[in-house]
Structure formats: structure tokens, C-alpha cells
């Protein structure tokens, strides 16, 4: 095998490279890779198709069960599916006590990173004996099984106890990912009914402590959150901050008190996690997973995926607080045994290769992040990779958005060296696990497409009009059988769960909400969102809740908000604003909407441009017609604008975004 060697890397020749690369259609595995594979059967697809439901059964029979399930799948009430009914299964006990049980308590479950270069190695019995003792502290805070606690913490260990607490005890988590404001956790916390918040003093980030705590206090008072009756707070920046007497407690002070519980015997069908994710409304959706189905999606892919082995070191940039952090930071890893590097800050800091002095600190063999993050490495350039040694991976994963064929090759050559596959993950919230990829060691990747359906799933392409089955071309993506680790229902709402994902095609064909192409090979090429969901840095946010965040701005009258393609983000948002009368457009007001936008939703909803005008363009029966705004911030040619009650709105609205 050759290894090629980073350190020959400049910018000229990367160019070189990838200008040949791009004539190169498809990536067969190399030999090396294959011949160490775990999954090399080429008919495993078509063994799992025969029969899907003994596919699965065999695939949840990996995990350690407390009683046998009765029934498979029960389709009866679609769709509302069960799996396994009947068994009974601890998420907390296949991740930890099966492990520690086998002798295996002193492997690393994670090699913890702090931002300022701290280090700490969690093993499996360290977690196990933090997780038992803290499900007893929740007990003891009065959470019992169905309640919901709330997480919003960094990345810090403490995260990952928190939740497999909740498991233990079958508490059912709400994780929110700390880049959210204090004031949406405390809409997800009120609409959940959440009892427990798990929180920390402050995070830090790149070099600067930001308070978390004093925030959550502003917004989760009794009257905003009337559920919650207990905030638990991780000391972890050290900063001082006010304790609510007879409601917040310290977490180390509670769990050092507790006594060690056993993990609760769930139903597989129990509430696992809810994980709030946003649709076309500006209410975001509460996706609800169940026990047994989603242990068995998120493990089973997340082996076959990054072809597990024993000795594998495993990095997932991912934050916790999104569902790839769950299924393949948190669930997957910990069911499949591995030891993996958890980052706890950004990207860039302390500096630009930072995750690659990572991988050749701890020799990490599977490196899972998202196309956004190697655009912005491709930006910051070959200087900061080129000095490590990189020669441990044998793996490389993306997921969150259609990663453009120029980034993967980068990430191919750069980082891979050439010899390490590509996988390009396709899967949502949703599904809670990878649906669409390439199995490494048996499938061509094809730059640009995830690939085919992995064992055990059908994918359809399906004509927008007609509803049949695209077998070449382009169509609306559709999984036409359930799988294990699918949504049970929205939170509380289970109309929204049938109108969102049943309606389009019937209660057995699950409505994706993307568009995509299906090529000749059966492979899909995913072409983005067909509903209001802007795919920003591969964070799901709905063009309506920016919209209210704007307008809950005094001075706004109107707002509509649109998505535009950008060369690092693969999404930018692009808000047009029409102000109150009397209030003239300033940096001033701008600055505020911003604000408004950051407090209700996080900074990460911020729109890139904000473009303030007399009126938006309206059909004469008052829609806003978005497809023209779409047009002028992507600067094409309008096509018809008959259809508007007043055609000068767009002259002046492109004058506007020329003016920058
Ligand atoms: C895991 C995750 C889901 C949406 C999904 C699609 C887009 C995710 C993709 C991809 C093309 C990929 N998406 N992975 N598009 N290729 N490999 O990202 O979940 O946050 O719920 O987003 O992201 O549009 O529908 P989630």
C-alpha cells in the first residue's frame, strides 16, 4: 500500500490533481481497503430485500435484549409503525454495562479535546459508573419513566451522561444544540412539557466564556416554562452565576449524593428522544424515536458505514445537539463498542488544523464531518493539513447537505490520501440513521451522489405529478417501506406526523421532502429541499421561523425569507424586510433585527444579507411570490412578472441588491 504523503501538498498541486480528478467519474474501493473489509458480500442488498423483516430481526438480535419481541414489525395502525413489540431493551445497558460486563471497562470510550488543549479519556466503566449514578440523581429530582428533561449543554463529557441517564431510566431526552438561543430552548422546553433542565454554568468558545446559565434563568421562569420544576447545572466554566433555592442544583453535587441505579427494562416502542428540527412552519417539529428500532438503525449503519473494526479510532465533528451527533457521536459508537475523539470546540480554533492535529494525535482511522466544513478547508488552504501526518485514516464520512464534487475530491486527496473511501451519508432527523450511502468496501462512490439504498431499505424516486416510480431521472425522494429507526410521530401531534410525511403519497410511502435524481446505476443524487427548510452550513432552519424572528422586531412590518446558494455554506439566507412607517432602514435597525434574530432562534439563523424595501413582490391575491426573491439574490433573469399586482416591485428590489 502506498501511503501518500501530505507533506508534498501545495495549493498548485492540489489544483492540478483535482482538474484530472474531476474527469474521473467513479471510486471503486481500493484493494487495500477491500480486503479488510467487513461487509464484502455483493448480494447482501438483495439477501435483505428477500426478506427485510428477518434482515432486521437478525440486526436488532446484535444488541442485548431483556425480553424477545413477539412481533417484528407491526404495520396495523400505519402509519404509526411498531417495531419489535413486545421485547423489551435499555438503551444505557447496551451502550455501557453489555461493555463493561464483557471486561472491556478500561477501553476509551472517548478521547475528550477541550478548546484550550486539556485532555480527558472517558472510559466505558467511567461512563457506566457516572451514568448509573446520575439516572439515581434524576430519579431522586422526581423524573420517572415518559418525563422529559431537557439538555443543553457544550461538548463536554457530561453531555453524553446526561442523556444515556435518561435511557437508564426511560426519561425521554430533548436535546438542544447549544448554538440555539436560551429563548428557543425555552419554547422547545414549554411545548415538550419538559419536567428537568440539564444545563451548565457557561461553554466556552474560541477563548472567550460566554454565561449560559443567567440566560436560561431570564427565559425559563415559571411563567414562560410552567413544566419545569428542576434545573441541574454542570459546573463547567467555573463562572459564578445565580442558583435558584429549592430549584436548581449543582450536577456534580447530585450525582456525588446518588446511588447507582440499574438500567430500566423499556419496551422497545418507548419514547427515547425528541429532537426538535425545523419544517415548513415556523413551529419546529418535535421528532419523536423510539428504543429498540432506533438502537438498531443507528448501530448497524453506523458499523456497516464506517466498516467497524476493534482497534478503530472514530471522529465525528458533529455537535451532540443534532441527530448525527445522536445517532453517530452518542448511540451508534457507544452500542458498537468503539472509542472515539470528542471535540469541544470549533473548527478553527485554537487553529485551522486543529482536527488534523486530532487524527494524528490519536491516530484516528474514521473521520465523519460535513461539506460545508471541508469547503471552509479548502478556503483556509492545503497549509494548515499538509503538516500532519494523516497516514491513519482509512475512512472518511459526510452528511448534512449534497457535498459538490470539487469538495470531495479535495477531501478524497487532501485528507485521504487517495486510499481512503468516501462516504457520503444521505439521511435526516427523520430517519434517524443513514439511509442512502456507499458500503466502502463493495461500492464505486460516484463524487456528488450518496449512493444506493443500504441493506434492509428501499429508496424511490417518484414523479412529482404523477407519483410513479422514476427508475431514471429526476423525481421526489420517497421510502416506500418502514425501517426501524424512522419517526414515530411529532411530538403531540401526530396530525402534523401523517399531513408532513403521509399525506402525498399514502401511509406507506414516506414523503422525504427532498428532490433528487436517480442515474442509470440506481444511484441517487440528492438535489436539495422541496418545502420552505433552508439546508444552512447543513442546519435545518424553515423560512418561516426566521420570518417571525424578524418581524417580532418592533419596527418590521413585513419580512420573507429565502435561501441562496453559497460557495461555502450551500445555503445563505437572504431576508427582504419592510419596515413600519416611519422608521427608515439604517445599520442601526439592522443591527437590532439581527439581535432579535440571534435571542429568538441562535446566530447561526442570522441572515447573510438583509435587503430592506418598500414592498415585496405580491401575485394580486397577496402571495409573496419567493421564486422572483430566490431569482434577484441569485442574480437570474426574472422570466414573468405578469403575474404581479405591481411589476415595478422587482425593478426596484434588483436595483436594491446591486446596490450591495
Ligand atoms: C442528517 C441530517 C436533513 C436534510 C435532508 C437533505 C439534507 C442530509 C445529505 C443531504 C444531500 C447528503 N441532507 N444529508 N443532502 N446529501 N448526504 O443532516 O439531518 O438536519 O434533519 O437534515 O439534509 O435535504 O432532507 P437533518
Known amino acids: ?45 438483495a439477501r435483505a430485500a428477500a426478506d427485510p423483516t428477518a434482515y432486521w430481526a437478525e440486526q436488532a438480535g446484535r444488541l442485548r435484549w431483556s425480553r424477545a419481541w413477539d ?41 475528550w479535546h477541550g478548546e484550550e488543549g486539556e485532555t480527558r479519556d472517558i472510559t466505558y466503566a467511567w461512563l457506566l459508573e457516572r451514568t448509573a449514578r446520575f439516572a439515581g440523581a434524576l430519579r431522586e429530582l422526581g423524573v420517572g419513566k415518559g418525563d422529559v428533561v431537557g439538555i443543553y449543554l457544550p461538548m463536554i463529557p457530561e453531555v453524553v451522561v446526561a442523556m444515556l441517564a435518561c435511557t437508564r431510566i426511560g426519561a425521554v431526552h430533548n436535546v438542544v444544540f447549544g448554538g440555539f438561543s436560551a429563548g428557543s430552548v425555552a419554547e422547545r422546553m414549554e411545548v415538550s412539557g419538559a419536567k428537568v433542565l440539564v444545563t451548565a454554568d457557561g461553554a466556552r468558545r474560541k477563548g472567550r466564556t460566554a454565561p449560559i446559565k443567567p440566560s436560561v434563568d431570564e427565559h ?65 417539529k418535535g421528532i419523536l424515536h423510539t428504543t429498540g428500532g432506533y438502537l438498531t438503525g443507528a448501530s448497524t449503519t ?44 470549533a473548527p478553527d480554533y485554537p ?21 460545508t466544513a471541508i469547503r471552509a ?76 439504498p443500504l441493506p434492509g431499505y428501499e429508496v424511490q424516486v417518484l414523479d412529482a405529478e404523477q407519483g410513479g416510480v422514476v427508475e431514471e431521472g429526476e423525481g421526489l425522494l420517497a421510502i416506500p417501506r418502514p425501517w426501524p429507526s424512522m419517526l414515530r410521530t411529532l411530538y403531540q401531534d401526530p396530525d402534523r406526523y401523517v399531513s408532513t410525511y403521509w399525506d402525498r403519497f399514502g401511509p406507506t410511502t414516506y414523503f422525504v421532502g427532498d428532490s433528487a435524481r436517480r442515474d442509470a446505476d440506481g444511484y441517487t443524487w440528492v438535489i436539495g429541499r422541496v418545502d420552505d427548510v433552508i439546508n444552512v452550513s447543513g442546519h435545518r432552519l424553515s423560512t418561516a421561523e426566521v420570518e417571525s424572528a424578524i418581524v417580532a422586531h418592533p419596527a418590521v412590518a413585513e419580512s420573507a425569507v429565502v435561501a441562496k446558494a453559497d460557495d461555502l455554506t450551500g445555503q445563505a439566507i437572504v431576508a427582504y424586510v419592510t419596515l413600519q412607517g416611519g422608521t427608515d432602514a439604517s445599520a442601526d435597525v439592522e443591527a437590532e433585527i439581527n439581535a432579535t434574530i440571534a435571542d429568538r432562534i441562535g446566530k447561526l439563523a442570522r441572515p447573510k444579507r438583509i435587503v430592506f424595501t418598500q414592498d415585496l413582490p405580491k401575485t394580486r391575491s397577496g402571495k409573496i411570490m419567493r421564486r422572483l426573491l430566490r431569482d434577484i439574490a441569485e442574480e437570474r433573469d426574472l422570466g414573468d412578472t405578469t403575474t404581479l399586482a405591481d411589476p415595478s416591485v422587482v425593478d426596484q428590489l434588483q436595483q436594491r441588491w446591486q446596490q450591495g
Not at 492540478?16 to 442488498?45: G, K, N, V
Not at 458533529?318 to 463498542?337: E, F, K
Not at 485551522?352 to 492535529?357: D, V, Y
Not at 488552504?381 to 501526518?389: S, T
Request: aromatic share 10%; glycine share 8%; net charge negative.
Open 302 to 345: 453506523h458499523r456497516q458505514v464506517f466498516d467497524l473494526h476493534d482497534d478503530d479510532v472514530y471522529f465525528c465533528s458533529a455537535d451532540v445537539g443534532w441527530i448525527t451527533g445522536h445517532s453517530y457521536i452518542v448511540y451508534g459508537p457507544l452500542a458498537n463498542g468503539v472509542t472515539s475523539v470528542m471535540y469541544e470546540g
Open 71 to 111: 412481533q417484528v414489525l407491526d404495520s396495523s395502525e400505519a402509519p404509526f409503525y411498531r417495531w419489535f413489540s413486545g421485547g423489551t431493551i435499555n438503551v444505557s445497558d447496551n451502550c455501557l454495562d453489555r461493555h463493561v460486563e464483557a471486561g472491556r471497562g478500561d477501553k476509551v470510550a472517548y478521547h
Open 1 to 45: 500500500m502506498t501511503t501518500k504523503n501530505a507533506r508534498e501538498l501545495t495549493e498548485a498541486s492540489v489544483e492540478a490533481r483535482l482538474a484530472e480528478l474531476l474527469q474521473q467519474e467513479r471510486f471503486a474501493p481500493q484493494e487495500a481497503f477491500a480486503a479488510q473489509a467487513e461487509i464484502t458480500d455483493p448480494e447482501i442488498r
Open 377 to 452: 478547508c479548502m478556503k483556509w488552504g492545503v497549509e494548515h493539513v499538509a503538516p500532519h501526518d494523516l497516514s491513519s485514516l482509512k475512512l472518511l464520512g459526510s452528511v448534512g447537505e449534497p457535498i459538490n464534487p470539487k469538495a470531495w475530491l479535495w477531501y478524497w486527496h487532501v485528507v485521504g490520501g487517495e486510499r481512503c473511501p468516501v462516504v457520503d451519508t444521505w439521511w435526516q432527523t427523520e430517519t434517524g440513521a443513514i439511509v442512502i450511502t456507499t458500503l466502502p468496501g463493495l461500492d464505486a462512490a460516484k463524487p456528488g451522489s450518496a449512493g444506493l
Open 220 to 284: 425559563m421562569g415559571p411563567e414562560a416554562v410552567p413544566s419545569l420544576q428542576r434545573v441541574v447545572v454542570v459546573r463547567n466554566t467555573g463562572i459564578d452565576v445565580p442558583m435558584t433555592d429549592g430549584r436548581d442544583v449543582w450536577f456534580d453535587e447530585v450525582l456525588e449524593a446518588a446511588d447507582a441505579v440499574d438500567p430500566e427494562p423499556m419496551d422497545a416502542e418507548a419514547p427515547l428522544f425528541i429532537l426538535y428540527s425545523s419544517g415548513s412552519t415556523a413551529k419546529p
Open 351 to 371: 487553529h485551522k488544523g486543529i482536527w488534523w492535529e486530532l487524527c494524528e494525535r490519536r491516530g484516528v482511522t474514521k473521520f465523519y464531518t460535513a461539506p
